[in-house]
């Protein structure tokens, strides 16, 4: 009888552990970062292709008119380097500390600086910039779509750009109920294609227009002060064109992996393909642009463009696909860091109710914002300014 009150209590304890490893498991299978890990490189490719490659290789001819020649070309090529580079260190990291995955932005910067610190330097950073771009992509969707109503029926009735963002906006409070990252890659796929075909169409159609008469290369500002605020502001830009670090992990998280075969193999390469097609995107359209407008040209390259009008409002319409399969890459995370909060935090069942609020919400929250604040390249630069050293975080890991 001695002997047995210590086995029973034993066997409790290794019952209620079981129950709480079950229940977390139950939980992860649901959150959408660890529901699904099936995907293959090629899924890889076109997700990095769809974070990366986003509104903000329009804004790139006139950031290197803020730039100029010399700064212009060596910080596109240097940014090119530096990401990809910082890209692969976040690919080896993934699964660095051997039987576990980092795959969250905020785990590797708990690794990094500790488990309250870690969320305290990384979440904050990553909300701004994720939940940031997610507005910017609201203006530009509802601004891609006005211009295509605009050019295709320049006689019509002129419609405010609030109800344009609604339209787009009514897109994704349909997708944002797909449960994770995998069930988007068809959105993600003809995401990453329209990003090749509008950036395509964008110097193809500069060229055919030629050097705009009188065309200037010099910095616009009068001062040196505003020379260097624009300067500024162009870097911000160009970090908005490089911003898929902020996903990267958790698109590797839903690669499968095992010891003989870790998921950093396929991730590099769809990495290696995607940055293939952001040089493909990137250059022609900042160099080209830049070249054909000079000074002039707009903050998004397509408005400079006036013809040929179908040409022009297709490519608007690329845009507006591919901004959709953006939010839903960019949202995907924040709607992880939600969810995990009221399951795990605050003990809400896991159930499709649960996840229909709160991303209605969130979908909600994103399209009103955008609609009170539609400043195009100022949001992109105030976003993505903070994009720089959360990037860096993976250096310190």
Known sequence: ????????????????????????????????????????????????????????????PYAMSELGWGPGVVILVLSWIITLYTLWQMVEMHEMVPGKRFDRYHELGQHAFGEKLGLYIVVPQQLVVEVGVNIVYMVTGGKSLQKV??????????????YFIMIFASVHFVLSHLPNLNSISGVSLAAAVMSLSYSTIAWAASVNKGVVDNVQYGYKAKSTSGTVFNFFNALGEVAFAYAGHNVVLE????????????????????????????????????????YIFGNSVEDNILMS???????????NMFVVIHVIGSYQIYAMPVF?????????????????????????????FTMFVGITFPFFSGLLGFSEDLLLPQQHISSLA
């Not at 998280?253 to 990495?271: D, N």
């Not at 992880?336 to 909600?364: C, G, H, Q, S, W």
């Open 305 to 315: 463009l006036q013809k040929p009008v179908w040409l022009i409002a297709m490519a």
């Open 1 to 60: 009888m001695g002997t047995q009150a210590p086995t029973d209590q034993n066997n409790y304890a290794s019952t209620d552990i079981d129950e709480k490893l079950a229940k977390q498991k139950a939980i992860d299978d649901w959150l959408p970062i660890t529901s699904s890990r099936n995907a293959k490189w090629w899924y890889s490719a076109f997700h990095n292709v769809t974070a990366m490659v986003g509104a903000g290789v329009l804004s790139l």
């Open 251 to 290: 698109i590797q998280a839903t690669i499968p992996s095992t010891p003989e075969k870790p998921s950093k193999g396929p991730m590099w390469r769809g990495v290696i393909v995607a940055y293939i097609v952001v040089a493909l995107c990137y250059f022609p359209v900042a160099l080209i642009g830049y």
């Open 149 to 162: 109503h605009n050019s295709v029926c320049p006689e019509c009735k002129k419609i405010k750009l609030t």
């Open 336 to 364: 992880d860091m939600i969810e995990t909060v009221l399951v795990k935090k605050l003990n809400f069942k896991p159930t499709r109710t649960l996840r229909f609020i709160t991303r209605n919400i969130y979908v909600a």
